[in-house]
T-cell receptor
């Protein structure tokens, strides 16, 4: 079975400071990992993904994430936060070897609040 | 523009009524999904479909029904058997199993029981 955990319900950061939103996962094989962002009353927007290769992946809006296999983590980062980054962030995992289960499993979401 | 369209954006239902939420995609994706989102609970899978005329129950299918008569369309019916239907409903689609691409989401439908 695959699962993903986002240990923080909320992350607060001052504008201009670096931000990190944490995600850990559990799969039986090598994971496909995704980050999405959701603004109020909107659908989820794709930010970035890790499939294979370089452990540091870059995505939209200046976000990046680092895949760490030994720690089973895929934390989302940004060097300098903007107030407009305030939103709900979801981590998702898929196990491509899970017997046909191609459906991603989502974390509970982390609310990022960037203070001016 | 390619994408997923959900309608309506807001929907109000009276007790005992069935309502249908629309989801249409022009991305030529085989797989489609319905999720329910409640505050603090993340996304929970209601139903999914890998191909036309086939669909499977997700984690919280009770009180819901779907159909997949066309590749582009995957409507969700919230029946009167769903005891607590007030929530934000999200439709998504993706390429077939084995693909490493991400899912694409619609803008959601907020359903409120009045």
């Amino acid at each position: 079975a695959q699962s993903v955990a986002q240990p923080e319900d909320q992350v607060n950061v001052a504008e201009g400071n670096p931000l990190t939103v944490k995600c850990t996962y559990s799969v039986s094989g090598n994971p496909y990992l995704f980050w999405y962002v959701q603004y109020p009353n909107r659908g989820l927007q794709f930010l970035l993904k890790y499939i294979t290769g370089d452990n540091l992946v870059k995505g939209s809006y200046g976000f990046e994430a680092e895949f760490n296999k030994s720690q089973t983590s895929f934390h989302l980062k940004k060097p300098s936060a903007l107030v407009s980054d305030s939103a709900l962030y979801f981590c998702a995992v898929r196990d491509p070897l899970s017997g046909g289960s191609y459906i991603p499993t989502f974390g509970r979401g982390t609310s990022l609040i960037v203070h001016p | 523009d390619g994408g997923i369209t959900q309608s309506p954006k807001y929907l109000f239902r009276k007790e005992g009524q069935n309502v249908t939420l629309s989801c249409e995609q022009n991305l030529n994706h085989d797989a489609m999904y319905w999720y329910r989102q409640d505050p603090g609970q993340g996304l929970r899978l209601i139903y999914y479909s890998q191909i036309v005329n086939d669909f499977q129950k997700g984690d919280i299918a009770e009180g819901y029904s779907v159909s997949r008569e066309k590749k582009e369309s995957f409507p969700l019916t919230v029946t009167s058997a769903q005891k607590n239907p007030t929530a934000f409903y999200l439709c998504a689609s993706s390429l077939p199993p084995g693909s490493n691409t991400e899912a694409f989401f619609g803008q959601g439908t907020r359903l409120t029981v009045v």
